[in-house]
């Protein structure tokens, strides 16, 4: 945008009315810095300077954050368009008077707040408790920084109505966020603890812009219950018998023996993914120094997401040194994972893409049946809810076989409709359900009967009836566990990746994106796309171009596309819901046959990644992305 074409008189008032209103002297200052140096007409003031500072207050009102079913995310600043006390005072009023709209008969509406180590977490974490106290509502805040399992984790254990974390989970440092959950009798008992969804962002949001200047509304000194250690000791408690084995010294010995490089990349799940590992029985764990206490600069990294390049660089260093088996890695709100292992052939690390762990993870879970019939169901927690009671015990420390459970929802697989199509197969090999979702695990959490959830963005849930999100530490314990298995038989996870082809084919997944400066261009791009769809792909006729928008197989609408060609070549094109990116997911099939020998399915994996490049140039040239 041209600065020239900014109107100061008009957008000054506006500028004026929110410095008045801001409760925060920071970024009050910050914001009369800028509308000085906007104002500047001195010769010795540089016109980049004033053109910056008009540009860059333009930006900052150019709106309200936008509330959605991702909650609040964005950039740390004052003004209406950043992550400030302001915004999110506002917000937790908005999201307090929703919660008093839709449980009117409710005495003791409960709500617990968490935060990782972000910059100005605090302050918005004890910003909501002080809003949400004065409003009347039984405030829970975990008064210490936590990782996104552990928030989720204590809504379902205290029955609470909602929760907010504050994080902004693997964005860049500059950048912080807050997720709303819903609990109690807002939504179904399988769904509780789960992230808001339509039309719960709508009304959240209609709420917040009901809301009036900051610095009006009542916040209460104090109130509220402070939750500390016993959060994450209950949740650790819950996860004992996860994936505990039979408990034989056999056992013992093989976790004992499997090295395990791990880090947490500067954020919050370090104390907590070390004590479940070695509650699990995994003794020798060498984590990443540089990268093993929350610092929210995140200085050894440029992004603080082990999916980007160079994030995991210390740990692969670490691991050579080490001659460990595996690296594991969180992000910095601990509900993502990451593992790499040694290739049994090179003896080299690599790194798993999401759709390979998701994989193993299925394929762990269905196939072991105790496991599975334990996960199924959460019959506890559907009786307290049947009931109607408003805060019931812990479920920590009542016996699940103490309530007389309601008939079971079938057990069920789920994924996104962006993950890969194995999962299916997985499920299916097992006689289980499984189900597609649209991205994010805001829905894929809410399917019934869900013993395990994935999708392809390193996000996996392993044990829905601890915690119904993503959780990067459980399933941290349970990648542990089946590397430590494979390891006593000389396998790797790569190799079980080849049995998995064996069994049902090999699924190769990639993606290709491109990052927009106009959010507008994605939309053309995609409409584009939707209205001339490809004939073929890498040489196989389209034979399925599906409108996400029109409800795809029954889904709720979403913007993107879908391509499926003759030969089960499959093609998601999507707009990131997070960032102005525009997200393409790859899949191609390659038959294989049970008996095939390690050379032949090394054979077809690089003829498959072969197909991949292709067709992610063709892609990126029907794109224009280019």
């Known amino acids: 945008m041209d600065p020239h074409d900014i109107d100061l008189n008009e957008l000054e008032p506006r500028v004026l009315d929110w410095i008045n209103a801001d409760p925060d002297p920071k970024t009050a200052a910050e914001l009369t810095d800028l509308l000085a140096r906007a104002n500047c007409d001195a010769p010795d003031m540089a016109t980049g300077s004033r053109d910056e500072a008009l540009l860059e207050l333009h930006d900052r009102f150019a709106g309200f954050l936008e509330f959605g079913t991702a909650g609040l995310r964005g950039t740390l600043g004052g003004g209406p368009n950043r992550m400030n006390r302001a915004v999110v005072i506002k917000a937790a009023a908005g999201l307090g008077d929703y919660l008093s709209e839709q449980l009117r008969e409710v005495e003791d509406i409960g709500v617990v707040i968490g935060y990782d180590a972000r910059h100005r977490c605090v302050d918005f974490a004890r910003d909501t408790a002080a809003v949400l106290t004065a409003q009347g509502k039984k405030v829970f805040l975990i008064d210490s920084p936590v990782s996104t399992p552990i928030l989720a984790y204590a809504i379902r254990d205290l029955a609470a109505e909602a929760g907010v974390m504050v994080t902004a989970s693997h964005n860049p440092p500059q950048d912080n966020g807050y997720k709303v959950y819903l609990g ?14 339509s039309p719960a962002d709508s009304e959240i949001a209609a709420a917040i812009a009901k809301i009036g200047p900051a610095r009006q509304v009542t916040r209460a000194e104090s109130g509220w219950q402070v939750l500390g250690p016993e959060v994450a000791t209950a949740y650790l408690a819950s996860l004992k018998d996860l994936d505990a084995g039979p408990g034989t010294q056999q056992v013992a010995d093989q976790r004992a023996g499997l090295r395990i490089v791990y880090t947490p990349l500067h954020g919050v799940g370090g104390t907590l993914a070390q004590a479940a590992l070695t509650q699990a029985g995994f003794l020798d764990v060498h984590v990443v120094a540089q990268q093993e206490h929350p610092d929210p600069d995140f200085p050894t990294v440029i992004f603080p997401n082990p999916e980007e390049p160079g994030a995991m660089d210390l740990a692969l260093g670490l691991a050579e040194e080490v001659a460990a088996d595996i690296i594991i890695a969180n992000d910095p709100d601990a509900d993502r994972c990451a593992v790499a292992a040694r290739d049994s052939e090179t003896g080299e690390f690599r790194m798993l893409e999401g759709d390979e762990v998701g994989a193993l993870l299925a394929e762990r879970i269905a196939g072991d049946a105790l496991l599975a019939e334990r996960i199924a169901g959460d019959a506890l927690l559907a009786k307290r809810f049947a009931e109607g009671a408003s805060v019931p015990p812990q479920s920590a420390s009542v016996p699940a076989e103490s309530a007389s459970a309601p008939p079971k929802t079938p057990p069920a697989l789920a994924s996104s409709v962006v993950s ?21 695990f805001k829905w894929i959490s809410r399917v019934p009967g869900l013993i395990f959830g994935y999708e392809e963005a390193l996000g996996y849930c392993v044990a829905p009836e601890v915690v119904r999100d993503k959780d990067g530490i459980s399933a941290a314990v349970l990648l542990a566990g089946l590397a430590a298995e494979l390891k006593e038989t000389g396998a790797s996870l790569f190799d079980a990746l080849d049995d998995l082809a064996r069994m049902h084919d090999l699924y190769a997944t990639d993606q290709l994106s491109a990052r927009f400066v106009d959010r507008g261009a994605i939309t053309a791009t995609v409409d584009q796309l939707l209205l ?8 196989s006729r389209v034979v399925e171009a599906e409108n996400l928008d029109a409800g795809f197989r029954g889904l709720p609408p979403t913007a993107g596309m879908w391509l499926r060609t003759e030969d089960d070549t499959r093609v998601v094109v999507r707009p990131s819901g997070t960032e102005p990116k525009l997200k393409c997911y790859l899949e191609v099939v390659a038959g294989l046959t049970p008996e095939a020998s390690s050379a032949e399915v090394k054979r077809v994996r690089q003829q498959a990644g072969e197909r991949l490049a292709q067709l992610k140039n063709e892609l990126a040239e029907l794109l224009g992305l280019r």
């Not at 109690?184 to 969804?197: K, M, S, Y």
């Not at 001339?532 to 040489?539: H, S």
């Open 420 to 440: 890969s199509r194995l999962i299916e197969k997985i499920a299916a090999a097992h006689g289980l359900r499984h189900e597609v979702t649209l991205t994010g």
């Open 184 to 197: 109690g009798r807002l939504t179904a008992p399988e769904a509780t603890g789960v992230q808001i969804v």
């Open 532 to 539: 001339e769809p490809p004939k073929t792909l890498v040489g």
